[in-house]
Each structure stands twice: as structure tokens, then as C-alpha cells.
């Protein structure tokens, strides 16, 4: 690990974050692109949680995770605190580990 | 500003301080790993309070570690973070104010304080929760890290299920964003094609195709299609 490559990374990433926030963020734009926008969160959130609970780097795995994760499901659509899908996810997910080896 | 006092405050508090701490946890794995192929304590605390996007930074490490160049460590770190351009665009609407504070708030852009400051109904709420959110987490990221850089090595976050922890947190966050027809054809879609890519694309590449599942609001919305 080198300086360089760590200062690049960090100037990198931190123009990433800007450029959508503040350089396009002020822009007026049409309506078609406005509702797009609005899925964004919907659209990439779903993504994060099949590739968290689904894959380990190229690889598509089910293991204990997905127990922990589909225990956080049912506790989210009933409407639990996040406190509580967290705990239940990663509680579920250790113990099914721990059964399973 | 919404106080202390809101009944609304209190929930979002805890949730966003449970969330910060679990990826504490994980930022000590980060220390220890970074440490361990060979940066300083110094770099290792720098990529965290610099890049600060988990994901990027395990990325650069790794490919540090697996002998890559310095552009392929970059180019795979940053293609990991380019998401957070477009949660910056996604956020842009409910982060108003002057540029100083924006920059500021560029920071702070990152899947979670976008996730749960979108799962928000008010806008008041919404900024609430992106600065909590935002700030919790790189308060406890840069903790964690340090901790995982001193001590070197650390408890096994698998072995408390913590991996699963922060999709169970994006579970909680999704929840409120699936109230129309068309938000839950675009998680679908976006699943789908996360899933469908894993195996080739680059790392990080699958959650950026997602976006393509946000299509379906081009169509002007029919009068009577709303919420169900």
C-alpha cells in the first residue's frame, strides 16, 4: 500500500459522492427522469441485499445468512423496529451458523 | 429541526446508533485486514477517513494483497463507489442548503444514511436521519478501524452473525420504499439483475446494473396507478 494509491482512492471517492450531490444534484430535470430517480433507493437496496446474503465475491452461495436475512424479512413486513430486524438477522444467522458448523 | 422531544426522533436515534455500531464491528475487521497485507496503521486509518465506503476500501486491500497494480486496485475500489454518485443525485432533492454544508454532506453519502433517509416519510425526518445516520457510522467506521489496525486481530464478525447484520439493516430499510407498484418492479428487476451478473461482472459492477430497474418510471403514471 503506497500513499499515492491511498490519497488517489480517497480524492476518488469523494468526487464520486459530489458529483451526484452537489455538481448534477442542482440541475432542473424532466419529469420522466425525476420518477426514475425516486427508485434509485428501491432498485440499488434490493441489489445490496441479494448480493450481502446471496454471494461471496463471484460466487452465488446460500448459507446461514439467508435464514438470518429471511428471518428479517418477516420481522419487516410486520412491521418490527429496525433495531429488531437487525438483531433477529444477525442472531438467527450466528445460530443457524453455529447448528450448521 | 425536529427535537429530541418528536416521538419519532427517539426510534430513528436507536436504529441509526445499532446500525453505526454493528458497522463498527466491521470496520475492525478492516483494520486488522489492512494492516495485515502490509499498510500502516497510519494508511489504514487515512483510507477510512478519506474513502470511507467499506466496500471500496476491502476491495483496494484485497487487490493490494493479491499483488495487483495500483490501477487495478483503484479502478476496482472506484467502480465500487460509483454508486454513491447516483445515491448523491438521489439525495440531492432532500439535501438542500449552501455549498459549504453540501460538500460537507458529500461525505456522508453512502448506502446507509441514503437507505434510511429515504425510508423516511418527511422531509424534516429525512435529513434528520441522513446526518445521524452519516455521522454515527464515520464516527464508528474511523473508531472501529483504529481498533482493528492497534489490535491486529480481533473477534471473527461472522461468528455473531454480523455479516448478516447489515443486510438484515437494508431489509428494514427497503421495507418502506416498496409502497407503490412501481418501486416493487424495480427492487424486483434490480435483485434480479444483481443476481443474474454476480457470476461475471466485476465486483460491484452487479449493483450498478441494478439501476437499469429504475426504468419503469419512465412511463407518465396512469391517473388511478398509486399506492396499494
Avoid at chain 1, 454471494?55 to 412491521?79: F, K, M, P, T, Y
Avoid at chain 2, 487515512?46 to 476491502?58: C, E, I, K, R
Amino acid at each position: 500500500m503506497t500513499w499515492e494509491l491511498v490519497l488517489a482512492l480517497g480524492a476518488g471517492s469523494y468526487l464520486l459522492k459530489m458529483l451526484g450531490l452537489v455538481v448534477i444534484g442542482d440541475r432542473p430535470i424532466p419529469a420522466a427522469l425525476d420518477r426514475c430517480l425516486a427508485l434509485i433507493p428501491a432498485a440499488l437496496i434490493a441489489a445490496i441485499i441479494v448480493s450481502n446474503t446471496l454471494s461471496i465475491g463471484h460466487h452465488l452461495q446460500i448459507d446461514a445468512r439467508l435464514a438470518g436475512v429471511s428471518a428479517a424479512v418477516v420481522a419487516a413486513s410486520r412491521r418490527a423496529p429496525v433495531l429488531v430486524v437487525i438483531v433477529l438477522g444477525a442472531a438467527v444467522t450466528a445460530v443457524v451458523r453455529a447448528i450448521a458448523g | 429541526m425536529a427535537t429530541l422531544r418528536d416521538p419519532r426522533v427517539r426510534p430513528l436515534l436507536t436504529s441509526c446508533l445499532t446500525l453505526a455500531m454493528a458497522i463498527g464491528v466491521y470496520a475492525i475487521s478492516f483494520g486488522v485486514a489492512s494492516v495485515a497485507v502490509g499498510a500502516s496503521v497510519a494508511q489504514t486509518c487515512a483510507l477510512s477517513l478519506l474513502v470511507f465506503t467499506g466496500a471500496s476500501q476491502f476491495s483496494a486491500v484485497a487487490v493490494v494483497a493479491a499483488g495487483g497494480s495500483a490501477a487495478s486496485a483503484m479502478s476496482g475500489a472506484l467502480l465500487l463507489a460509483a454508486r454513491n454518485t447516483v445515491f448523491g443525485l438521489t439525495m440531492s432533492r432532500r439535501l438542500t442548503g449552501r455549498l459549504p454544508k453540501r460538500l460537507l454532506a458529500a461525505q456522508l453519502v453512502i448506502d446507509e444514511s441514503t437507505a434510511m433517509s429515504t425510508a423516511q416519510d418527511e422531509p424534516q425526518l429525512q435529513r434528520l436521519a441522513f446526518w445521524i445516520t452519516g455521522g454515527a457510522i464515520y464516527i464508528f467506521w474511523n473508531l472501529g478501524t483504529l481498533i482493528g489496525a492497534l489490535a491486529g486481530n480481533a473477534i471473527d464478525p461472522r461468528k455473531f452473525g454480523l455479516d448478516a447484520a447489515i443486510p438484515a439493516a437494508f431489509v428494514a430499510m427497503l421495507w418502506p420504499q416498496l409502497r407503490t407498484v412501481r418501486a416493487r418492479l424495480a427492487a424486483a428487476i434490480g435483485a434480479t439483475l444483481c443476481l443474474i451478473t454476480i457470476p461475471f461482472l466485476p465486483i460491484g459492477m452487479p449493483i450498478l446494473i441494478a439501476s437499469f430497474g429504475v426504468l419503469v418510471g419512465i412511463p407518465e403514471p396512469k391517473p388511478n396507478e398509486g399506492r396499494s
